[in-house]
């Protein structure tokens, strides 16, 4: 019964703060040992009930993304996700959303190290569907990033040696706060 009422209150939580701003920050936290990765995504909601009907999917417009780096506390680093935004018009009006929004974030084993690893899809259907995965130290040091459709990385060198993606240590989804009402 408590997680039937807790579900309903962050349900209607949710449809109330829909309307309440035209953006929102949401962030998702990973620590390990002395250091924390945080996630924060900036989502434009005045426009949260709208469907992508390009690809009839359902979930807030991204405006960004980022990843803040903290060791012991203090913030040792920041990096902005570079996935290239899309002009969209809604009403008349211009508006500038991120082609692939990144809904996970996990904390992989290496051989020597533990890594940062995110992810992110447009979820269209299709082979040609673009797919981002990027790799970071705990210090922010960009390890790799890449989408999928592109010949080359964006930065590093794209490996998969050596990670066990398989078994992350931990993990948090932004896409369950995204589901549709």
Request: with cysteine; net charge negative.
């Amino acid at each position: 019964m408590r997680n039937t009422i807790s579900l309903l209150l962050f349900i209607c939580i949710s449809c109330v703060s829909c309307h309440t701003s035209n953006n929102q920050d949401i962030s998702l936290s990973l620590s390990y040992e002395d250091y924390t990765v945080t996630l924060k995504t900036m989502i434009d909601k005045t426009h949260c009930n709208i469907r992508w009907e390009e690809y009839g999917f359902t979930y807030p417009y991204i405006l960004s993304q980022e990843l803040v780096f903290c060791h012991k506390g203090r913030r040792i680093n920041e990096h902005t996700i570079p996935i290239p935004k899309r002009k969209w018009i809604i009403n008349g009006n211009n508006h500038y959303f991120q082609q692939i929004p990144i809904f996970d974030i996990e904390l992989l084993r290496g051989s020597n190290d533990v890594l940062i690893h995110l992810y992110g899809a447009n979820y269209c259907c299709g082979i040609s569907c673009p797919e981002y995965n990027g790799l970071y130290m705990l210090d922010g040091t960009v390890v790799s990033e890449c989408i999928s459709t592109m010949d080359q990385p964006l930065n590093g060198t794209m490996t998969n040696a050596d990670v066990d993606y398989a078994h992350p240590l931990k993990r948090e989804s932004i896409i369950n706060i995204f589901k549709p009402i």
